[in-house]
C-alpha cells in the first residue's frame, strides 16, 4: 500500500523528555512537513523539507527539530524546551511539481503530557 | 502576510439537502492555489477539492463544487445532497506559486439524518 504512516498513535511525555514521532512515506515524494493542530485551531506549520538532508523552520519551530537523512523519512523530535507540547501533530508529504502539488496527510499522532 | 479566514465555527444541514461553507483569503499575489480538506472524526485530513487562482472556471468534484470569486478572494465550497459520512470539520487553505499551505481554523459541519 502506498501511503503515509505515523507513529506513535498516542505519545506521553514526561517533563523534561524528549520525544520523537516517526513519519515516513512511500510515495516517492519530495517534501515532507509537519503542523500541529490545537483544538478550535487550524493546522499550523512546524519544518518541512523538500530535499534531503535540508530542512526549514515553519512558523512555531522553537522546541522542535528535525532530520531528513533519507527521502522517505522526516522524524521530528519535541525537546524539553517546548513548553505546551500538548496537540494533535500531522505530517503530509507531496511532491514538487512548481504549482498545484497536493499535500496529503499521515493518520497523526496524539502528544500529551504527562 | 497571507491569511484565511472561516467565518462559520460551526454548520448543521439535514441529509440531502445542499450547504455552502464560505472562506476568505488576503493575499497581494496573483498567482496562487486553493484547496478545501476534510478532516472527519478519525482526524485523518482528507482533500476534497482544490483550485488554480488563474483559472476562471469552478473546480467541481463530484457533489463538492466551489464557487471561486478571485476579485472577492472568496473561496467557498458546496456540497450537494450531504450525506452522514460528511460530518467532518473542513479547512480552507491557501498556497502561493512558492510557499507554504495557510489553513484557516476550520468549520464543523453536522449533517443530520
Known amino acids: 500500500d502506498g501511503g503515509i504512516t505515523q507513529s506513535p498513535k498516542y505519545l506521553f511525555r514526561k517533563e523534561g523528555q524528549n520525544v520523537t514521532l516517526s513519519c515516513e512515506q512511500n510515495l516517492n515524494h519530495d517534501a515532507m512537513y509537519w503542523y500541529r493542530q490545537d483544538p478550535g485551531q487550524g493546522l499550523r506549520l512546524i519544518y518541512y523539507s523538500q530535499i534531503v538532508n535540508d530542512f526549514q523552520k515553519g512558523d512555531i519551530a522553537e522546541g522542535y527539530s528535525v532530520s531528513r537523512e533519507k527521502k522517505e523519512s522526516f522524524p521530528l523530535t519535541v525537546t524539553s524546551a517546548q513548553k505546551n507540547p500538548t496537540a494533535f501533530y500531522l505530517c503530509?508529504?507531496?511532491?514538487?511539481?512548481?504549482?498545484?502539488?497536493?499535500?496529503?496527510f499521515g493518520p497523526g499522532t496524539r502528544l500529551l503530557v504527562l | 502576510a497571507q491569511t484565511v479566514t472561516q467565518s462559520q465555527p460551526e454548520m448543521s444541514v439535514q441529509e440531502a439537502e445542499t450547504v455552502t461553507l464560505s472562506c476568505t483569503y488576503d493575499t497581494s499575489e496573483n498567482n496562487y492555489y486553493l484547496f478545501w480538506y476534510k478532516q472527519p472524526p478519525s482526524r485523518q485530513m482528507i482533500l476534497v477539492i482544490r483550485?488554480?487562482?488563474?483559472?476562471?472556471q469552478n473546480a467541481t468534484e463530484n457533489r463538492f463544487s466551489v464557487n471561486f470569486q478571485k476579485a472577492a478572494k472568496s473561496f467557498s465550497l458546496k456540497i450537494s445532497d450531504s450525506q452522514l459520512g460528511d460530518t467532518a470539520m473542513y479547512f480552507c487553505?491557501?498556497?502561493?506559486?512558492?510557499?507554504?499551505?495557510?489553513f484557516g481554523k476550520g468549520t464543523k459541519l453536522s449533517v443530520k439524518p
Open positions: 503530509a508529504s507531496s511532491i514538487l511539481a512548481g504549482g498545484l502539488e497536493t499535500q496529503y
Open positions: 487553505a491557501f498556497r502561493r506559486s512558492q510557499g507554504n499551505l495557510i
Open positions: 483550485q488554480e487562482a488563474y483559472k476562471q
